[in-house]
């Protein structure tokens, strides 16, 4: 029993060394956003197209920021700037309006091509793990699948999205403990409210009674985490369907969802057509110009 009460304090101060010499180290963006970078946004993130362009240059900072202290590191598949750039936005949504966040109980993104089972193999049966957060030795890493990160931003009508998912547990886990109550953005006051809240849905999902995915009902950290993709993916429904729910998760989060339009179309720019970035020029002479210029090397 000494033994492993020594093993996991070694690993707790190991973690706190961590989390202070990862804060110490912290880095800003220095550099203008990349073009191509903004190209992916527009094209596959609806929370930055709603966005009016001093938010939009905002949550173009977070990014840039989060990908200067977070390695991406892909296991059994390679990673590329939209892998990246998808990573970093499922991190900022859910704290988009706190303007010092920094994930500083997270150092690397593992993303694998698909499932993985809890030993994190890729290959052979029970691999039904779309998401993880990394504990004990795998302490301030995190594992995505590749295929679950692209599906939740290509479909929003579902309410669901991995990696934000796995973005909101890091939330709840900063205070200190993941139990489904983010202390750190919760007011005192909205915490029993909260809990019976919780406990009242959860509930609704074994009684069959719930619009809320059933896998939220496992426990009240899967349901904060399984009810903030329901807001962040579909807002107005989620506020039709569960007002009361909504309002406890606005103040969580310090975003009415419910008020950002959502709904667009799957873009396509051709290379004449003015920039969505609305800089007054062509698309091929502004954020498709990186594109073009390779497109026509020989």
């Known amino acids: 029993m000494n033994v492993i009460i020594a093993i996991a304090v070694s690993f707790i101060i190991i973690y706190i ?22 190209l992916i946004l527009i094209e596959n993130v609806n929370f930055y197209s709603s966005l009016n362009s001093d938010e939009k240059s905002r949550f173009e900072f977070k990014v840039q920021e989060f990908l200067l202290n977070c390695r991406i590191t892909g296991i059994e598949t390679n990673v590329n700037t939209k892998d990246k750039v998808l990573i970093a936005s499922s991190a900022i949504i859910p704290i988009f309006e706190f303007q010092d966040w920094k994930y500083i109980n997270l150092y690397e993104v593992l993303l694998y091509p698909g499932m ?3 030993k994190f193999q890729t290959k052979g049966p029970d691999r039904n793990i779309m998401g993880m957060v990394g504990t004990g030795y795998m302490e301030g890493k995190m594992i995505l ?10 479909n929003y009508s579902d309410k669901k999205n991995t990696a934000i998912h796995e973005f909101v547990h890091l939330i709840d886990k900063l205070d200190g403990s ?14 029993i409210p909260w809990l019976n809240l919780i406990n009242e849905k959860i509930e609704e999902i074994y009684q069959d009674k719930s619009d809320i995915n059933p896998y939220g009902g496992t426990n009240r950290q899967e349901f904060f985490s399984v009810i903030s993709e329901y807001f962040f993916e579909r807002p107005k429904l989620l506020a039709s369907k569960h007002p009361e729910l909504y309002g406890l998760l606005e103040k969580i989060f310090k975003q009415d969802m419910a008020a950002r339009s959502l709904n667009k179309k ?15 020029l062509k698309f091929k002479k502004c954020c498709g110009s990186t594109h073009y210029k390779k497109s026509h090397q020989p």
């Open 145 to 154: 699948s590749k295929a679950a990160l692209y599906h939740g931003f290509a």
């Open 266 to 280: 799957k873009l396509r720019i051709r290379r004449n057509d003015p920039c969505p970035c609305n800089s007054g």
């Open 17 to 38: 060394a961590k989390k202070l010499i990862f804060k110490n180290n912290w880095k800003t963006p220095k550099q203008a956003f990349v073009s191509e970078w903004r």
């Open 178 to 191: 993941t139990d489904g109550i983010p202390e750190l953005l919760l007011d005192k006051k909205y915490t």
């Open 116 to 118: 993985f089972d809890e």
